[in-house]
């Protein structure tokens, strides 16, 4: 044990003038204060300089020959080296400061003394003695020429402080980083005369102790400095083989982004340049691949660092056919569990919510970071039926389901316009899953449903009996009307269009063969009927789309094009074909009405004797009306009747859509009229008509949307099961606004109560439509859903005993496990309207005892919430009544029976019954 206190003292004598805490304020000759620091030294040292020397060189495995070579007593600098390095040695090996006892620990002065110690040695150890080509560097420039160098003197030095950085005291504030990067500095300056195992080690440590950061940062700044070839050679390939190493590419890309006034951007180029070369060999590239994946699942949430990631995952991809497969391999695992999950036990959760958004926001990272470092989209085509499944079942205010949208919309959008996307969209619709590439959809069994926390979702999987929705016609379109992307949304219209009239030119086969299962007559309804079911639900929801006309009328060439194809082959499904028709009609209607261009056009002209032929073709009067008054357009002939004919409806179109409120409910009231006028050119533009309407509804001034709803009222009367449908799907797309949503389930209703008994023939739609939404994640969605549901069962009280199981299933769970009150409240009430709309209780035996039970016991429970209390009160009070009054009635019937009576001519006959019939029933 030495006396360490002696040290310090001696420290606090020297003028440490090299050290980063004093060399802004050096204002003395170096070879001054070198002098002095010397003298100080010699005087309190014990030991001779050689025998110092001695010590150190036994110490950290110098050889005895290269310690002769090293002459102390030659050059003050070398004196100095040997002096400081001996003092430096002498307390570490006396103070633990890995120990943190009370008798190891030492002032913050005296650490202070030690670091500043190092900094100073590590000049004239280190800097002062590297290969001359480092000092064509500004950095190293000063310490040319101080000291000539020493190769043995060198690595005792480098020995020393690969030694001395396991003191992690030391590296406060960052105060060794300038000893580390002088250190790797000496090292290649030493292994480029020489390599040794001691040297190795030295890199070694540096690599797997020290920051792997800085590690590269001080590689990249020794290799900017112009160097001879071996030397330039020797960094490069310790640059290389460092960032295939573990944790590699993340501490290369950390270095990068410490650089300053350096774009992150810039740096994704660097990075991706040195990564992605074809200089290494197929196993590194794999393992970099491997390596890039793993660095961009954990920086998801920082957009600047998954550039790099993204970039050069990108360019290795572009490398060669190798690289391709593997990340397309990796990327095929990554949704393995929900294409083809290992277990398949009911209810078992496959995926969390995080666990989930974590994997769409990593693949829209992967495909839209940007145009020039994204994977390519033709990755993602045989993912689309999953991805839109996965879409479907997100709620839309997640942000997962607007990077989902953008991914699928990316994919799309890529395609080329004549060939490639009408080719994935029919795919996509035929549902062709054998087909080359193979599709990746969710399995049969797998649902997406709310967790117990409402904003969150689960991947869990169903019943055995649970069939996965194959929906393209209400998915695709959904998602394309909620975005912002509508010249894609006016080509896959046009695609769809397109591919509708070739499904219709397809004539059905005379007969079928012999049906022998369910499996076979499952494939030949889902052949003949469900591709155009879908196409159609497809394009009725998308031609109410506003910003599509205006993206039509830069294709009206190609829209034409097939509104011919459609009118020259009219298939014989009549019904079908009539309806697509009126869709497109109305489009080409409102096309040439806005362009004097397109009405004088080749392609319109040409359209004038198919539109001839199908007018005294066609029995619809829709389309007739709609012929009539595009042929009056086409023909240019001014006719004073059809201009007078058409001239309300434009006007009352026109204010409609004015943004002033006043203005709008005027337009509307003025179409209501028309339409109880039954006035012809309204009439036929009842498409039209409901896309306004719809637009209307969206107004926030109540005035405008409560007059919108007499308008869904009125123009019910004129196409009953269009107006149903379009507002359904309306109040059940989850990519429309809540506001809305809850305005349309009241012109539901509006329009449910305008009917009467007679929209009986519409219970399906309706009721499925509330049921639906009764299983709504949304609190106020959920409520409305129900209340709206109450209303139509006191409606269609006699129409309900199919849907009853189901409505009672819907009111029980929400009961036992809803957690909005309101909610609850509009459950229950649900139960005493429909005991409201019964008129005779003799027709609803099977339903009573259990609406009985539920209201009983809700009644009766004191903790419950006293209008749910009270609506079960009610509905019980109704119950009763009824019961009452059947029994009562059912008395009476017996009662006259026995008391029928013939009245004899003696009888007295009271003034009151002198006119009455003989035969009297009392």
Same mark, same amino acid.
């Given at each position: 044990?030495?006396?360490?206190?002696?040290?310090?003292?001696?420290?606090?004598?020297?003028?440490?003038?090299?050290?980063?805490?004093?060399?802004?304020?050096?204002?003395?000759?170096?070879?001054?204060?070198?002098?002095?620091?010397?003298?100080?030294?010699?005087?309190?040292?014990?030991?001779?300089?050689?025998?110092? %020397?001695?010590?150190?060189?036994? +110490?950290?495995?110098?050889?005895?020959?290269?310690?002769?070579?090293?002459?102390?007593?030659? +050059?003050?600098?070398?004196?100095?080296?040997?002096?400081?390095?001996?003092?430096?040695?002498?307390?570490?090996?006396?103070?633990?400061?890995?120990?943190?006892?009370?008798?190891?620990?030492?002032?913050?002065?005296?650490?202070?003394?030690?670091?500043?110690?190092?900094?100073?040695?590590?000049?004239?150890?280190?800097?002062?003695?590297?290969?001359?080509?480092?000092?064509?560097?500004?950095?190293?420039?000063?310490?040319?020429?101080?000291?000539?160098?020493?190769?043995?003197?060198?690595?005792?030095?480098?020995?020393?402080?690969?030694?001395?950085?396991?003191?992690?005291?030391?590296?406060?504030?960052?105060?060794?980083?300038?000893?580390?990067?002088?250190?790797?500095?000496?090292?290649?300056?030493?292994?480029?005369?020489?390599?040794?195992?001691?040297?190795?080690?030295?890199?070694?440590?540096?690599?797997?102790?020290?920051?792997?950061?800085?590690?590269?940062?001080?590689?990249?700044?020794?290799?900017?400095?112009?160097?001879?070839?071996?030397?330039?050679?020797?960094?490069?390939?310790?640059?290389?083989?460092?960032?295939?190493?573990?944790?590699?590419?993340?501490?290369?890309?950390?270095?990068?982004?410490?650089?300053?006034?350096?774009?992150?951007?810039?740096?994704?180029?660097?990075?991706?340049?040195?990564?992605?070369?074809?200089?290494?060999?197929?196993?590194?590239?794999?393992?970099?691949?491997?390596?890039?994946?793993?660095?961009?699942?954990?920086?998801?949430?920082?957009?600047?660092?998954?550039?790099?990631?993204?970039?050069?995952?990108?360019?290795?991809?572009?490398?060669?056919?190798?690289?391709?497969?593997?990340?397309?391999?990796?990327?095929?695992?990554?949704?393995?569990?929900?294409?083809?999950?290992?277990?398949?036990?009911?209810?078992? /959760?496959?995926?969390?919510?995080?666990?989930?958004?974590?994997?769409?926001?990593?693949?829209?990272?992967?495909?839209?970071?940007?145009?020039?470092?994204?994977?390519?989209?033709?990755?993602?085509?045989?993912?689309?039926?999953?991805?839109?499944?996965?879409?479907?079942?997100?709620?839309?205010?997640?942000?997962?389901?607007?990077?989902?949208?953008?991914?699928?919309?990316?994919?799309?959008?890529?395609?080329?316009?004549?060939?490639?996307?009408?080719?994935? %969209?029919?795919?996509?619709?035929?549902?062709?899953?054998?087909?080359?590439?193979?599709?990746?959809?969710?399995?049969?069994?797998?649902?997406?449903?709310?967790?117990?926390?409402?904003?969150?979702?689960?991947?869990?999987?169903?019943?055995?009996?649970?069939?996965?929705?194959?929906?393209?016609?209400?998915?695709?379109?959904?998602?394309?009307?909620?975005?912002?992307?509508?010249?894609?949304?006016?080509?896959?219209?046009?695609?769809?269009?397109?591919?509708?009239?070739?499904?219709?030119?397809?004539?059905?086969?005379?007969?079928?063969?012999?049906?022998?299962? +369910?499996?076979?007559?499952?494939?030949?309804?889902?052949?003949?009927?469900?591709?155009?079911?879908?196409?159609?639900?497809?394009?009725?929801?998308?031609?109410?789309?506003?910003?599509?006309?205006?993206?039509?009328?830069?294709?009206?060439? +190609?829209?034409?094009?097939?509104?011919?194809?459609?009118?020259?082959?009219?298939?014989?499904?009549?019904?079908?074909?009539?309806?697509?028709?009126?869709?497109?009609?109305?489009?080409?209607?409102?096309?040439?009405?806005?362009?004097?261009?397109?009405?004088?056009?080749?392609?319109?002209?040409?359209?004038?004797?198919?539109?001839?032929?199908?007018?005294?073709?066609?029995?619809?009067?829709?389309?007739?009306?709609?012929?009539?008054?595009?042929?009056?357009?086409?023909?240019?002939?001014?006719?004073?009747?059809?201009? /007078?004919?058409?001239?309300?409806?434009?006007?009352?179109?026109?204010?409609?859509?004015?943004?002033?409120?006043?203005?709008?409910?005027?337009?509307?009231?003025?179409?209501?009229?028309?339409?109880?006028?039954?006035?012809?050119?309204?009439?036929?533009?009842?498409?039209?008509?409901?896309?306004?309407?719809?637009?209307?509804?969206?107004?926030?001034?109540?005035?405008?949307?409560?007059?919108?709803?007499?308008?869904?009222?009125?123009?019910?009367?004129?196409?009953?099961?269009?107006?149903?449908?379009?507002?359904?799907?309306?109040?059940?797309?989850?990519?429309?606004?809540?506001?809305?949503?809850?305005?349309?389930?009241?012109?539901?209703?509006?329009?449910?109560?305008?009917?009467?008994?007679?929209?009986?023939?519409?219970?399906?739609?309706?009721?499925?439509?509330?049921?639906?939404?009764?299983?709504?994640?949304?609190?106020?969605?959920?409520?409305?859903?129900?209340?709206?549901?109450?209303?139509?069962?006191?409606?269609?009280?006699?129409?309900?005993?199919?849907?009853?199981?189901?409505?009672?299933?819907?009111?029980?769970?929400?009961?036992?496990?809803?957690?909005?009150?309101?909610?609850?409240?509009?459950?229950?009430?649900?139960?005493?309207?429909?005991?409201?709309?019964?008129?005779?209780?003799?027709?609803?035996?099977?339903?009573?005892?259990?609406?009985?039970?539920?209201?009983?016991?809700?009644?009766?429970?004191?903790?419950?919430?006293?209008?749910?209390?009270?609506?079960?009160?009610?509905?019980?009070?109704?119950?009763?009544?009824?019961?009452?009054?059947?029994?009562?009635?059912?008395?009476?019937?017996?009662?006259?029976?026995?008391?029928?009576?013939?009245?004899?001519?003696?009888?007295?006959?009271?003034?009151?019954?002198?006119?009455?019939?003989?035969?009297?029933?009392?």
């Amino acid at each position: 044990m030495i006396n360490t206190a002696k040290y310090f003292a001696l420290l606090e004598s020297l003028k440490f003038n090299k050290a980063l805490a004093n060399k802004a304020n050096n204002n003395s000759e170096t070879p001054d204060a070198l002098k002095s620091n010397l003298l100080i030294l010699e005087k309190y040292a014990k030991l001779q300089v050689d025998q110092q %020397l001695h010590e150190l060189c036994e +110490e950290y495995m110098v050889t005895a020959d290269q310690e002769s070579s090293i002459d102390p007593g030659g +050059e003050p600098i070398i004196s100095y080296i040997v002096r400081l390095e001996h003092v430096l040695h002498s307390i570490t090996r006396n103070i633990n400061f890995h120990s943190d006892a009370k008798e190891d620990l030492i002032s913050v002065a005296h650490l202070k003394l030690c670091i500043q110690a190092t900094q100073e040695l590590s000049y004239y150890s280190l800097r002062c003695q590297l290969h001359e080509d480092f000092y064509n560097s500004p950095i190293f420039h000063e310490a040319q020429g101080k000291v000539k160098a020493n190769s043995s003197l060198l690595l005792l030095s480098i020995q020393f402080f690969v030694n001395l950085l396991h003191i992690r005291q030391f590296h406060i504030a960052n105060s060794m980083e300038l000893v580390q990067r002088d250190l790797l500095a000496a090292i290649m300056s030493l292994r480029v005369k020489e390599d040794s195992v001691h040297l190795e080690k030295a890199i070694s440590y540096l690599w797997q102790q020290e920051s792997k950061a800085d590690f590269f940062r001080h590689i990249l700044l020794l290799k900017a400095t112009p160097l001879c070839t071996p030397l330039a050679n020797l960094l490069h390939h310790q640059l290389l083989v460092k960032l295939n190493s573990p944790q590699g590419f993340s501490s290369f890309v950390d270095a990068l982004q410490q650089t300053p006034n350096v774009s992150s951007t810039r740096n994704a180029e660097i990075v991706a340049s040195i990564v992605a070369r074809k200089g290494f060999s197929q196993l590194a590239q794999g393992k970099m691949i491997l390596q890039v994946l793993e660095y961009c699942k954990f920086y998801l949430q920082d957009a600047d660092k998954m550039c790099a990631g993204v970039l050069s995952l990108r360019r290795l991809y572009d490398l060669n056919d190798t690289n391709q497969k593997q990340i397309e391999e990796i990327i095929s695992k990554h949704w393995e569990s929900l294409v083809n999950p290992e277990d398949l036990i009911s209810g078992l /959760i496959l995926m969390n919510h995080q666990e989930l958004c974590n994997r769409i926001l990593l693949w829209q990272h992967l495909f839209c970071s940007s145009s020039v470092a994204c994977l390519p989209s033709n990755l993602l085509i045989p993912y689309l039926p999953m991805l839109l499944q996965v879409y479907d079942g997100l709620p839309l205010e997640l942000t997962a389901t607007s990077q989902l949208s953008g991914l699928i919309s990316r994919c799309l959008d890529n395609r080329e316009r004549e060939k490639e996307l009408p080719d994935v %969209l029919q795919r996509l619709f035929k549902w062709e899953v054998e087909d080359e590439p193979p599709w990746k959809s969710l399995h049969p069994r797998i649902l997406i449903l709310p967790s117990s926390n409402n904003n969150e979702i689960q991947v869990k999987v169903a019943h055995k009996d649970h069939q996965v929705d194959h929906d393209m016609g209400r998915i695709l379109p959904g998602l394309l009307l909620s975005s912002s992307h509508h010249s894609l949304t006016c080509n896959v219209f046009l695609a769809l269009l397109s591919f509708m009239g070739n499904q219709l030119k397809q004539k059905s086969a005379a007969g079928v063969d012999f049906i022998s299962s +369910e499996t076979e007559l499952k494939d030949f309804l889902h052949s003949k009927y469900q591709l155009k079911l879908d196409l159609l639900i497809a394009l009725n929801q998308m031609v109410a789309h506003q910003p599509l006309r205006a993206q039509l009328a830069l294709h009206t060439k +190609e829209f034409l094009h097939i509104l011919k194809d459609l009118l020259v082959h009219r298939s014989g499904e009549q019904e079908t074909t009539d309806h697509i028709l009126l869709i497109v009609l109305n489009l080409l209607q409102e096309l040439l009405e806005g362009s004097e261009d397109l009405q004088l056009s080749e392609g319109t002209k040409e359209l004038k004797e198919p539109l001839q032929q199908l007018g005294l073709q066609s029995s619809n009067s829709l389309v007739q009306q709609s012929v009539q008054s595009l042929l009056t357009i086409i023909q240019g002939v001014w006719r004073p009747s059809e201009a /007078i004919k058409i001239q309300p409806f434009q006007k009352a179109r026109s204010l409609i859509e004015e943004k002033q409120s006043h203005l709008q409910v005027y337009g509307i009231q003025m179409m209501i009229d028309l339409l109880k006028k039954r006035d012809s050119a309204t009439m036929s533009q009842g498409h039209l008509i409901i896309a306004l309407a719809l637009t209307t509804l969206k107004d926030k001034e109540s005035y405008t949307f409560l007059n919108c709803v007499r308008l869904f009222v009125s123009l019910v009367h004129v196409m009953e099961s269009e107006v149903l449908d379009k507002l359904s799907d309306e109040y059940l797309s989850d990519t429309a606004e809540l506001d809305y949503r809850l305005v349309v389930g009241e012109a539901i209703l509006k329009v449910a109560q305008e009917l009467g008994p007679l929209c009986y023939r519409y219970k399906a739609v309706l009721l499925n439509c509330f049921m639906h939404g009764s299983r709504s994640p949304v609190h106020e969605f959920r409520m409305s859903a129900f209340a709206n549901l109450a209303q139509l069962c006191r409606l269609l009280a006699y129409q309900v005993q199919n849907f009853f199981q189901e409505l009672l299933q819907l009111v029980n769970s929400e009961l036992s496990t809803g957690s909005f009150v309101p909610a609850k409240r509009a459950a229950v009430l649900v139960l005493a309207e429909l005991l409201n709309g019964m008129e005779n209780l003799l027709d609803y035996q099977d339903m009573l005892l259990p609406i009985y039970r539920l209201l009983r016991a809700i009644e009766s429970e004191e903790s419950c919430d006293p209008q749910m209390r009270q609506h079960a009160a009610n509905g019980l009070k109704i119950l009763n009544e009824k019961c009452r009054k059947l029994i009562q009635s059912s008395l009476e019937e017996n009662l006259l029976q026995k008391q029928i009576k013939v009245l004899g001519i003696k009888d007295e006959v009271s003034p009151q019954r002198k006119n009455r019939h003989i035969l009297e029933l009392n």
